[in-house]
């Protein structure tokens, strides 16, 4: 994986961590993560007119990720209901990196090397060391984390299908984009039977940023999707826990455990092998 893949793709994770602590600190989660949607659809959108659609074949596999991303979101605001960021957000996004290397080894036939799937456990083992350093979960908000990263790296594989049937990486990330931006809140209205409020004030802004954000990191998970392996990709994207570990530590003052520092060195040596490999 190139220095240049690897390093937009750490951007996008220290953009994850950022919006998903947005989320979890709202006063109304559902309604802020359906907001942040709507933004990044409106912001995406520009961009998707002028790339123009991505190729045909392309599409079922977009609406599919879109819908997948429905059932990602439902389950995201279900366990930070019941838990908090540093317990709900490691097991979410730890268990991806794993599920999307089985399933593309499965749909793709996409083997990643030696050197990968070192990185790729060793991502993953430190993902479980920053999960025991901190606070346990609650089984309801164990259950609803575990099922939001099986819908994590389910969207993650079909979306890695689909853009190398696109002909465009950049064109299918822009309208992918519009297309769970709008689903979302959609499925969010229906289900409140109202319309979403914007925060007032700085909440308000937080929101729009975190949408256009939010937007912009994963469009570079797709693109990167079109030029290395999906479970790599994954499991460098999922080093947002190490982000996430760092901002409860010296923005939220929560304690850094002994657990979270082995951790985090053993993120960081993944994402060293994954670059390698």
């Not at 961590?17 to 989660?29: L, S, T």
């Not at 907001?35 to 991505?54: E, K, N, Q, S």
């Not at 990486?169 to 519009?178: I, R």
């Not at 979403?196 to 999707?225: D, E, F, Q, S």
Request: proline share 4%.
């Amino acid at each position: 994986m190139s220095p240049i893949v690897v390093g937009l793709l750490l951007a996008s994770a220290l953009i994850h961590a950022i919006w998903n602590a947005i989320v979890r600190n709202g006063e109304d989660r559902f309604w802020t993560l359906a907001i942040i949607c709507l933004v990044g659809a409106i912001a995406a959108l520009p961009f998707a007119m002028a790339l123009g659609a991505p190729a045909l074949p392309s599409w079922p596999y977009l609406i599919l990720s879109s819908l997948l991303q429905i059932g990602y979101s439902l389950f995201l605001v279900r366990a930070y209901r019941h838990g908090e960021l540093s317990s709900v957000y490691p097991i979410a996004r730890g268990s991806a990196p794993l599920l999307v290397t089985f399933g593309a080894a499965l749909v793709a036939g996409e083997l990643p090397s030696s050197v990968g799937l070192a990185g790729i456990a060793c991502v993953s083992l430190g993902i479980i060391l920053l999960t025991l350093g901190s606070n346990r979960p609650d089984s309801k908000s164990t259950i609803a984390a575990f099922a939001t990263g099986i819908f994590i790296a389910s969207y993650m594989v079909v979306d890695g299908l689909g853009v190398r049937l696109s002909e465009r990486a950049t064109s299918y990330a822009a309208w992918q984009a519009v297309v769970a931006g709008f689903l979302i809140p959609l499925s969010f209205i229906v289900i409140r039977r109202q319309a979403p409020r914007l925060p007032r004030g700085k909440a308000g802004a937080l929101v729009i940023g975190a949408g256009i954000l939010g937007t912009l990191g994963y469009c570079i998970a797709v693109w990167a999707m079109s030029r290395s392996t999906m479970g790599g990709v994954s499991a460098i994207r999922e080093t947002s826990i190490l982000f996430a570990a760092l901002i409860g530590t010296f923005v939220l003052h929560e304690r850094m455990t002994l657990q979270k520092i082995l951790g985090a060195l053993t993120v960081t040596a993944g994402v060293v092998c994954l670059s390698a490999g």
